[in-house]
């Protein structure tokens, strides 16, 4: 193998290509679907369930077992092991049963030669059922008083004195909307039989281990009975994070009753119909504050949409909590938290898992204080951020101990020219009766960690081979995030190695168990570290075995630049490893980490759930057309913080994409049900995505310079979910246009996504109707 040298300052902290970019160009890079079909490859397809709350009676499957090419159906009564998923919940059937939660439960599976036969016979099976009542929205389910789980109190200080003293007030609700995950791969699963009773199962999944723990359970076997490969997976958002698991499980039991390979991949409808969305919440919120705009009192109720199934919704619900503050000081603060069942898609796990919810939420007060006040929004903002050691802890009793809050909030309104683009706003305005246009800078503080303490450790394997070359693999998924990219540069650097020479593998849970979910912004730092870890010990044992030889100390053998290098001598690394091969020197290791200082106690929801914060800021302009309701991005600039970045290119493409994915979930991405409870919603052609032309024309982002003052792995900072809430900032500018066409300084009532159908009901002042 020849090795090329690197620069000197290592493979971290350059803009290096993803490691699969070349193979997606070229079309190289195998998903699922891609892989060559074994012989005998059966195909299943989801029978749905027509109703939104039904009690099963029967199917009539004459007509679809008439087809040529049907091998059968998979019902409930096929399910060798349990027939609820095992979630902590216990509320989920792997299959409908008797009775049916929502419009597009899958009830069963056709099963066929091919995937067309198999989904035409899926659709010629007769349901018949029973309609029952449903409720279809968090509103309603909280009037009935049905729930996934109780509800959670968050209170510090005297809320309602507070109020009662405060010398304005004010009150408002809001609705924000469900989204669709809308990942490029959809959902798909290729479960094959092996020897012995044993599985191999290619999944599109975040979390192979859950997949491996709900088939296992389908199946009545021990985990150490199936195998879960994911290479990589065109997507996921956290959409891939629980429900992978079903189709797995789906696909496997069609497998074990045919006793032949069957692979399950859903078309786009039914993958909406199917799988759940981010909560849809419903706000109630009324606020205290003096005449500078400082919050006195805050009581938010939140009422999530977590639809038929507990699913994630507690931690996404408690996540919710956490970030209700986003960047500011609450002396005296009530949070009541619903966690309201109905009878839709089980919400699930979305980027941001409930933190863009909550921040939605107090943004929104903020921008409210700013017009009744007749403030610049900014200013309100300022006067309420974390700040000196009076006002640095958080409602859940964390502290703030690297707040940069202030100056990067300062240093993107230098940038951006704030003050300068908002008096040339006023102008245009005065100026122009038909396009208004709006301004907004919000900032973003997002807390890194799973919440639930224990998913907060990693594993990771580093085999060195004696040509030099390493392979490595870890627990964590590669989902187009550069996940492996920066894996690969950590382990790079940690040997004195150029990243060619790092290989990642395939995600195994034959290789690395009990990984947690890639969720949570924590990917790189919990894997990322593992592998280091991994790393340092092959490198340890090899400065040791130099050392010997050189007479030394090992702390005094340095690994750069592909060379191996004591106060004797300069070698070459493929030279170390054939050498300690040769004298029986371990040349491959393991590598754990758990995150450290972490504790919380979910009863009281009170603690330090997260290692550090992820800061940011946006500014961003928008157009509103006043006749017909149409909206644009003018320009966006950001400022955000992910520590010493590992990769630079990366990080910016991911603040890129989840900012547009933020700005999709509050502008254009509406999912409808109608009162049958049936999703209309269900394809690009009713569901709109951001897409390259709804970019801004000016679009520039810039990292902040200063690495993560908490010791994790090359000083960076997660950087997959907190961009996200950079697109509040779009939200703020849209709600700052309507109120500059109203002219009024009353509040502006909007319900997310701002559609041109709900702007011109803000435009012309009236309450748009609650969900």
């Not at 074994?38 to 939104?52: N, R, V, Y």
């Not at 279809?136 to 789980?149: C, I, P």
């Not at 959809?186 to 599985?199: D, F, K, L, M």
């Not at 290619?202 to 199946?219: M, R, T």
Request: charged letters at 20%; glycine letters at 10%; one cysteine or more.
């Amino acid at each position: 193998m020849n090795i090329p040298i690197p620069p000197a300052s290592g493979a971290c902290g350059q803009s290096l290509p993803h490691e699969s970019a070349r193979a997606h160009v070229t079309g190289q890079a195998r998903f699922i679907d891609d892989l060559p079909e074994l012989a005998g490859t059966l195909h299943a397809a989801p029978i749905l369930s027509p109703l939104a709350h039904g009690r099963l009676l029967g199917l009539d499957s004459a007509a679809a077992l008439a087809l040529p090419g049907v091998v059968g159906l998979v019902l409930a009564a096929d399910i060798p092991g349990a027939r609820l998923l095992p979630t902590s919940a216990r509320d989920e059937p792997v299959l409908a049963q008797d009775e049916l939660l929502y419009a597009g439960q899958v009830i069963g599976l056709a099963v066929a030669t091919d995937r067309e036969t198999a989904r035409r016979a899926a659709r010629l099976v007769q349901i018949q059922a029973e309609p029952l009542p449903a409720l279809l929205s968090a509103r309603a389910a909280h009037a009935a008083g049905h729930y996934v789980a109780p509800p959670v109190h968050l209170v510090r200080g005297d809320v309602a004195a507070a109020l009662a003293r405060a010398p304005h007030r004010l009150a408002g609700q809001f609705e924000s909307g469900a989204q669709e995950h809308f990942y490029l791969e959809g959902q798909v699963a290729y479960a094959q039989p092996q020897e012995q009773g044993q599985w191999l199962v290619h999944s599109s999944s975040q979390h192979p281990g859950e997949v491996q723990h709900c088939i296992a359970s389908a199946l009545g076997l021990g985990n150490h009975e199936v195998q879960v490969v994911c290479r990589r997976l065109g997507g996921g958002f956290g959409g891939k994070e629980t429900q992978a698991s079903q189709i797995a499980v789906w696909a496997t039991l069609a497998a074990h009753k045919f006793g032949r390979p069957v692979k399950l991949r859903l078309d786009r409808k039914d993958d909406f119909l199917i799988t759940g969305k981010r909560h849809a919440f419903s706000f109630d919120w009324q606020a205290g504050f003096d005449d500078q705009g400082r919050l006195l009192a805050l009581e938010l109720t939140e009422l999530a949409d977590c639809g038929f199934s507990a699913d994630l919704s507690v931690p996404v619900c408690d996540r919710a909590v956490f970030h209700s503050d986003n960047a500011y000081f609450l002396e005296h603060v009530a949070i009541h938290s619903w966690r309201c069942r109905t009878h839709k898609q089980s919400s699930t796990a979305f980027r941001g898992f409930g933190g863009p919810q909550g921040m939605l939420a107090i943004e929104t007060v903020m921008g409210e204080i700013a017009r009744r006040l007749g403030l610049d929004p900014l200013e309100v903002r300022r006067v309420n951020l974390y700040g000196t050691q009076e006002r640095n802890v958080t409602p859940y009793g964390m502290v703030l101990e690297d707040n940069i809050l202030a100056p990067l909030i300062d240093r993107l309104a230098h940038r951006a020219r704030y003050l300068e683009r908002r008096a040339a706003i006023a102008q245009w305005n005065a100026a122009n009766p038909v396009i208004k246009r709006g301004l907004a800078l919000t900032p973003v503080k997002f807390g890194i960690s799973f919440t639930a303490t224990s998913l907060n450790q990693a594993g990771a394997l580093v085999h060195v081979y004696t040509d030099g070359s390493v392979l490595l693999n870890h627990g964590g998924t590669e989902m187009g995030q550069g996940l492996h990219t920066k894996v690969a540069q950590i382990v790079a650097q940690a040997l004195g190695l150029p990243l060619p020479c790092v290989r990642v593998s395939a995600s195994d849970t034959a290789r690395v168990p009990n990984a947690s979910a890639t969720a949570a912004s924590s990917g790189t730092d919990l894997n990322g570290r593992a592998a280091q870890l991994a790393a340092f010990q092959i490198r340890e044992r090899l400065a040791r075995f130099v050392a010997e030889q050189d007479g030394c100390a090992a702390s005094e053998v340095r690994f750069e630049q592909a060379q191996v290098v004591s106060p004797q001598a300069r070698r070459n690394w493929q030279e170390v490893v054939a050498k300690a091969y040769s004298a029986r020197i371990q040349l491959w290791s393991d590598g754990y980490y758990r995150t450290p200082k972490i504790h919380y106690d979910p009863r009281t929801l009170s603690g330090r759930p997260f290692y550090y914060f992820a800061y940011g800021a946006a500014c961003s302009e928008v157009a509103l057309d006043t006749l017909t309701g149409e909206s644009r991005v003018l320009a966006v600039d950001i400022l955000h913080d992910v520590g010493r970045s590992i990769n630079p290119a990366l990080d910016i493409g991911q603040i890129e994409g989840g900012f547009v994915q933020g700005m999709g979930w509050l502008t254009s991405e509406e999912l409808v049900w109608d009162a049958q409870g049936r999703l209309l919603t269900h394809g690009p052609s009713s569901y709109k995505i951001p897409s390259a032309g709804d970019l801004p024309a000016e679009f520039r982002i810039e990292l902040w310079p200063e690495a993560n003052r908490e010791d994790n792995v090359f000083g960076s900072k997660a950087v997959g979910e907190p961009p996200f809430m950079l697109a509040i900032s779009v939200w703020e500018a849209l709600r700052d246009a309507v109120a500059q066409a109203r002219g009024d300084g009353q509040p502006v009532r909007l319900d997310a996504p701002a559609t041109p159908e709900r702007l011109l009901r803000a435009i012309g002042g009236l309450d748009a109707p609650a969900g």
